[in-house]
């Protein structure tokens, strides 16, 4: 059974940077694709950034340079590195794990809250 936990959500001002991580457990395969998506209340769930086993990564485009998505594939462990944050980047973010093979399919984490002030 994929359990896939979040950490680092929280308060911080505009400006500020927060550091997020997942990790997805239950399983010794690789995951083909890890990242994260958000969601702000009354809009749909969104793509932030994801990286794949190939570090084929992708961004959504409100990114423009300010996060930064890596993952240590030993441990299927991702992380979200966000600075320059905006009250427009708050949320509840999401982890997303894709496998390919083993327990193929999407697994998702919880959600961890993300609130930026001005």
């Known amino acids: 059974q994929v359990q896939v936990v979040e950490s680092g959500g929280g308060l911080v001002q505009a400006g500020g940077s927060l550091r997020l991580s997942c990790s997805a457990s239950?399983?010794?395969?690789?995951?083909?694709?890890m990242g994260w998506y958000r969601q702000a209340p009354g809009k749909q769930r969104e793509l932030v950034a994801s990286?794949?086993?190939?570090?084929?990564?992708n961004y959504g485009s409100f990114v423009e340079g300010r996060f930064s998505v890596s993952r240590v594939y030993s441990k299927n462990t991702v992380y979200l590195q966000m600075h320059s944050l905006k009250p427009d980047d708050s949320g509840v973010y999401y982890c997303?794990?894709?496998?390919?093979?083993?327990?193929?399919?999407?697994?998702w984490g919880q959600g961890t809250q993300v609130a930026v002030s001005s």
């Open positions: 239950g399983t010794l395969i690789g995951a083909k694709t």
């Open positions: 990286v794949t086993n190939f570090d084929t990564t």
């Open positions: 997303h794990v894709r496998f390919e093979v083993g327990p193929r399919g999407d697994y």
